[in-house]
C-alpha cells in the first residue's frame, strides 16, 4: 500500500501557488511595459499639436504675403496717379495752355488726381497698421511653433531614452519569466493561463487584511484560511481571481 506525504503534498501546493503569484508579477510587470511602449509610441507619432501651431504660422504668413502684396498694388496705383497729377500740374502752370475751357478742365483734374490720391494714400496707412498687427502675429505664431517642435523633440528624445530602459526590462523580465515558468506544474500553469483569459490578464491577486486586492472586496475568513494553507486553489467569490496569502 503507498504512503501519501501529506506535508510533501501541501508544501508541492503552496510552492505552485507561491509560484503562480510570482509568475503574475513578472507578467504584471511585461504587461505594464508593453502597455507603456504602445503609450510611448504613439505619443511620438502624434502629431497633432505641431501640426496645428505650423497651420496657424503658415496662415499667418500667408496673410502678410497677401496684405504686402495688396500694399505694393495700391502703392503702384499711387505712383501712377502722382505722375498724371504732375503732368497735370506741369501742363496747367507751363503756360503753355491758354483756352480758358482746357485750363478748367486740367484744374478739375487735378482736384480730381489729388482726391483720389488721398484716398488711396489713407487706405495705405490703414494697409501698413493692418500689415504690421499680421507681421506681429505671424512672429508670435513662429515663436510658438518653435517652442512647440523644440518641446516635442526633448520628449521625443525622452521617450526614446525611455523606450530603451523598458526593452532592456523586457528582455529581463523574459528571462525571469522563463526561470518562473519552470517551478510552475503544468497544471497549475493551465489554470493560470485559463484563469488570466477570463479575467483581464491577472489570475492571482493578494489578499491583504482579509481584502481581495483584485476586487477591494472582503474575503471570508473560511476563504482566507483555505488560500493561507495553501492545500488547494482559492478563487474570490467577487472578481473569480485566484487568491495568495503571504
Not at 502678410?64 to 500740374?89: A, F, H, N, P, W
Not at 525622452?158 to 526561470?179: C, F, P, Q, S, T
Request: net charge negative; proline share 0%; with cysteine.
Amino acid at each position: 500500500m503507498a504512503i501519501i506525504h501529506w506535508d510533501a503534498i501541501i508544501c508541492f501546493v503552496m510552492s505552485g501557488i507561491a509560484s503562480m503569484y510570482i509568475l503574475q508579477q513578472i507578467d504584471d510587470k511585461i504587461a505594464y511595459s508593453r502597455a507603456r511602449v504602445s503609450d510611448i509610441n504613439d505619443i511620438i507619432s502624434d502629431s497633432t499639436e505641431v501640426d496645428r501651431v505650423t497651420e496657424e504660422y503658415l496662415v499667418a504668413k500667408s496673410d502678410v504675403v497677401k496684405i504686402r502684396r495688396e500694399s505694393d498694388i495700391l502703392q503702384g496705383e499711387i505712383d501712377v496717379l502722382t505722375s498724371k497729377k504732375s503732368d497735370c500740374e506741369n501742363r496747367l502752370y507751363s503756360g503753355l495752355v491758354s483756352n480758358p475751357k482746357e485750363l478748367r478742365d486740367l484744374e478739375t483734374q487735378g482736384v480730381s488726381l489729388a482726391s483720389r490720391i488721398t484716398e488711396l494714400e489713407n487706405k495705405k496707412i490703414d494697409l501698413m497698421i493692418s500689415e504690421e498687427e499680421k507681421e506681429k502675429l505671424e512672429e508670435n505664431c513662429k515663436l510658438a511653433m518653435d517652442d512647440v517642435i523644440r518641446s516635442k523633440e526633448q520628449l521625443v528624445f525622452e521617450l526614446n531614452e525611455e523606450l530603451n530602459v523598458l526593452k532592456d526590462g523586457m528582455l529581463a523580465y523574459d528571462a525571469e519569466r522563463d526561470v518562473a515558468l519552470n517551478s510552475v506544474d503544468d497544471v497549475y500553469l493551465r489554470e493560470y493561463e485559463g484563469k488570466k483569459s477570463k479575467v483581464g490578464g491577472t489570475a492571482v491577486v493578494l489578499v491583504v487584511d482579509g481584502v481581495c486586492k483584485g476586487c477591494g472586496l472582503m474575503v471570508a475568513t473560511s476563504n482566507v484560511q483555505d488560500a493561507r494553507s495553501g492545500t488547494k486553489l482559492v478563487a474570490c467569490d467577487g472578481c473569480s481571481r485566484f487568491l495568495y496569502v503571504k
